[in-house]
């Protein structure tokens, strides 16, 4: 197809093997997030969304159905339209025809993953220029040389900006800022501070695919790194932590045993816990509030009926 291109940047950031055994090594055991999603991980995210109890993408997507011509008229249409962590690039698919941006630029972690979606973007939307790039977000933000020319819109939605801690959030808004340059625009899914049970519901759903989707990151560490481990050693835990104001990801051990890679080996005791995620929260004056000491203004928010999630629209100044 004409209108799909795809640059694999291969970025320069800690390979898996790198990352679990430093982060094995720590006392406070933990792997980054961002391994979750391979092929497996990211079909699964997707079932996860489907479910009943993640309200995220659900109420997300409600909105931005219902503010989408807003959303086009405050921003205006033709940008570049660019989504880091665009995966399956089912929300975009609400914004394209009221945006009608000059071009498309997904990207994502996962190349084959990558590849698979936008070519069936690239069928759907046959007007879309998409130029589809394999990057690791939380590192940088390469947008392919061939790119128009014009002012930019990035879209980053699902509360993704939760899986980073305070400072780390300050800095991925800082690259944000200067990827789109002055005058660009950011529009941004946050999850609000809200009822606990809601919130522990939606990280143990009922058909398990939240755990299964936590236990893959040790399969894929198994099957990649030739790792000495049984993942049924573990099993998942996620809780709302309302001192920090996030919803916390482990694996726990279900027995002391020894977990080896190459050489190295990694001793846990019953009921040790593997770090695996976080997930922000924030109320709209803290996210407002933190965006401002990044370079960003508010142009618009929404927030649904119920004041369980909301959307952004800022601009970089």
């Known amino acids: ?40 991980g990211s079909e699964l995210f997707d079932q996860i969304c489907q479910q009943p109890e993640y309200y995220l993408p659900t109420v997300e997507r409600r909105m931005l159905e219902q503010n989408a011509a807003e959303i086009a008229e405050l921003a205006g249409r033709g940008r570049v339209l660019i989504e880091p962590g665009a995966g ?3 929300k975009v698919r609400l914004l394209l025809d009221a945006l009608q941006p000059s071009a498309f630029v997904p990207m994502d972690i996962s190349f084959e993953y990558l590849k698979s979606s936008a070519t069936v973007l690239a069928e759907e939307y046959p007007w879309l220029s998409i130029r589809a790039a394999c990057v690791d977000y939380t590192h940088s933000l390469p947008v392919p040389e061939n790119v128009p020319q014009g002012s930019r819109l990035l879209f980053f939605p699902g509360s993704s900006l939760g ?17 789109l340059g002055r005058g660009g625009m950011l529009l941004i899914g946050i999850d609000t501070k ?21 236990l893959n990151l040790l399969h894929r560490v198994q099957n990649e790194l030739h790792a000495d481990l049984d993942p049924n050693n573990f099993s998942h835990s996620a ?3 309302n001192q920090a104001g996030r919803i916390e990801m482990h694996l726990i051990s279900k027995l ?8 190295h080996a990694f001793d846990f005791e019953e009921g040790e816990y593997l770090h695996t995620e976080n997930s922000y929260k924030y109320s709209p004056d803290e996210f407002i509030s933190m965006a401002a000491l990044n370079g960003f203004q508010s142009r618009r928010y929404w927030v649904d009926d119920q004041g369980m999630f909301a959307i952004y629209l800022l601009q970089s100044e």
């Open 88 to 90: 399956s690039a089912s």
């Open 163 to 179: 899986n980073f801690n305070k400072q780390e959030a300050c800095e991925f808004l800082r690259l944000v800022h200067n990827t």
């Open 1 to 40: 197809m004409e209108n799909v291109t795809f640059h694999d940047h291969k970025p320069d950031t800690l390979s898996l093997y790198d990352a679990v055994v430093q982060g094995l090594s720590k006392r406070q055991k933990s792997i980054p997030p961002k391994f979750f999603y391979d092929k497996r």
């Open 239 to 241: 809780f709302y932590n």
């Open 256 to 263: 002391k045993h020894t977990l080896r890679i190459d050489g």
């Open 194 to 214: 809200k009822n606990h049970g809601l919130l522990n519901a939606a990280y143990n759903d009922a058909a398990g695919l939240t755990a299964e989707f936590n």
